[in-house]
């Protein structure tokens, strides 16, 4: 495989791919994401669309660059998760263990037995692996993931000077 921005491009949306993969094997062995591991997906996902068209013929430096910009979402998402998780700052009132949101719930809702019994708060570490949360590593990777975007929109525009 040569060092074409495409061909990085395409390294880039896998790395992608495996980890929304990976946080899609986790939630089926039992694991149940909390909102912000959901929205840490979402760039993810947008990532993989872009190394879709990359893959199908639209090779340019702004496809490259959002690549970027979805892998450094998910980097900033997944800084501020491990963030709540730590306790270095709180998170949403609607995801964390503080309970302030209950002040706007109706009686209905605070007894209702239609939520998930599995609901995961944001605040608390379901998983981690050398004392680092899911949210950690998909910080660490995706900085990696940007890496690559941002090389394979350099080498397009070194090509283009050329």
Do not use: K
């Not at 060092?3 to 149940?32: D, E, K, M, R, V």
């Not at 979402?73 to 270095?88: C, K, P, S």
């Not at 009686?107 to 680092?132: R, Y």
């Amino acid at each position: 495989m040569t060092n074409t921005p495409h061909n990085i491009a395409l390294l880039a949306a896998t790395g992608s791919l495996l980890l929304l993969s990976g946080a899609w094997i986790f939630q089926a062995l039992g694991y149940a994401p909390c909102a912000m591991c959901i929205w840490q997906r979402y760039p993810h996902g947008f990532a993989i669309l872009l190394g879709l068209i990359v893959l199908f013929g639209l090779r340019h430096t702004v496809i490259y660059l959002l690549g970027a910009a979805a892998a450094a979402t998910t980097a900033g998402l997944g800084i501020y998760h491990t963030g709540v998780e730590r306790d270095w700052w709180e998170g949403p009132s609607t995801c964390t263990g503080s309970g302030s949101d209950m002040f706007n719930m109706t009686a209905d809702q605070l007894l209702s037995t239609t939520e998930p019994l599995n609901m995961v708060l944001c605040d608390e570490v379901v998983w981690e692996f050398l004392t680092l949360s899911m949210a950690s590593w998909n910080t660490i990777f995706s900085v990696l993931i940007m890496v690559l975007w941002i090389a394979a929109a350099l080498t397009n525009r070194s090509r283009a000077l050329v």
